[in-house]
């Protein structure tokens, strides 16, 4: 919660929360801790994976990956306006995300990350490829940090979302600032 | 799908998915495939823990635990007549289940078991306090095969759910039959 605070503090413009170990019923507490200080400060919160504990929770979003339920399915169980975003690698899987209703798309994971080394590699080039095949916001993901986010804001990303950097930071609220500024 | 086929040819009336690894839209396809398989039998097919993947599958009901989502949000997020089905230990959780709107309530586990060595241990006597203490159906849960089924059919249990007693049996369809000959 601490951390939430001080990245949104910082500029963080939407928060995930991402946890692929617990059970739901041991989020929920915090789930709904992140959706009163993100709606306290207008900003978007989006839970990773779990469509069931989005609803439960009152999230704005849920986000969902190659393995979850697919867009399709998601968008026919979430209320009118919920926030559906997917991970994507290319072009094509970023086509087929916003055929089937998705609001953004995400792209990596770009850079190396000790987070998401269960993912996919991207490149900056599927990046481009992606923002060039559809009209959705795009996302960029992994590894980005302050030495590498203007090759991402380059290549197109509207967005970046980042653990590590924030997280990590010796000031989240700096840290975030700092990130958020490059992003305009 | 072999097995569950043979279970319900021996005389299985309910089926439950129960996969706490996967992701879901990796589950997604088998639960799919068991729905179909449970409806043409003209037996429930229950979702364990997931509502979304229980939704997305038009699964017939969904059965969730003391991590899980509270049975209170689960109703709500379940369309009316869905059956929600609830993981309980004793007379007070029971009762609570009850009145949250759970359609069947579970004991367990009674006897040592190999799948589900994470869960709380119940007794004979837990089942028999939260028979006397719901008007709900209670289903025997853990470590349940021929040599104790008669002790909780005594203890008052209306279902019984098994994993090793059917799937690990020589025979699924006769190891099924024998089992749903004692529950009557």
């Known amino acids: 919660m601490e951390v939430a605070r001080q990245a949104i503090e910082g500029g963080a413009r939407l928060i995930q929360l991402r946890d692929k170990a617990r059970e739901k019923g041991l989020q929920l507490p915090v789930a709904e801790a992140l959706r009163s ?7 978007p919160f989006i839970i990773n994976d779990h469509v069931d504990l989005a609803l439960a929770a009152g999230a ?5 990956g190659p393995k979850d339920l697919p867009v399709a399915i998601v968008r026919r169980l979430v209320p009118r ?4 975003g997917c991970s994507t690698n290319n072009a094509e899987e970023a086509r087929r995300a916003q055929a089937d209703g998705a609001d953004y798309v995400s792209v990596g994971r770009l850079f190396p990350t000790g987070s998401k080394a269960d993912t996919r590699p991207a490149t900056l080039e599927s990046l481009r ?14 590894g980005i940090n302050e030495s590498n986010i203007d090759q991402v804001i380059a290549a197109g990303a ?27």
């Open 37 to 43: 200080l993100c709606r306290e400060h207008g900003v």
């Open 60 to 64: 704005d979003g849920v986000h969902v």
């Open 81 to 84: 306006g919920m926030i559906v």
């Open 129 to 142: 490829a992606v923002k060039a095949a559809v009209r959705l916001p795009v996302c960029a993901i992994g």
């Open 158 to 184: 509207d967005m970046a979302a980042v653990i590590a950097a924030v997280v990590a930071a010796p000031d989240v609220r700096d840290a975030a600032r700092r990130l958020a500024a490059r992003l305009g």
